[in-house]
């Protein structure tokens, strides 16, 4: 049902390599491209890319919260 309304060809800025991609997955109210999410899921937690990424997705993650 629907499987065919998931697939648009519109361009996406995916909020690691700010990039506009087509391809890519959502996360909360953003995107990232499959390039980033494999280099996310490949890149080893010691890799100083790695803090890169989570800082990015922190940012998404945790919207600002004002208390
Ligand atoms: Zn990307």
Redesign the pocket.
């Known amino acids: 049902m629907g499987e065919t309304l998931a697939r648009k060809n519109i361009d996406e800025t995916?909020?690691?390599?700010?990039?506009p991609?087509t391809l890519?997955i959502h996360l909360f109210a953003s995107?990232?491209?499959?390039?980033?999410?494999k280099?996310i899921i490949q890149t080893d937690t010691n890799d100083p890319k790695y803090k890169y990424y989570i800082n990015q997705l922190k940012s998404v993650i945790k919207p600002e919260i004002y208390s």
């Open positions: 995916c909020i690691v390599c700010e990039q991609k890519g995107f990232i491209c499959s390039d980033c999410e280099d």
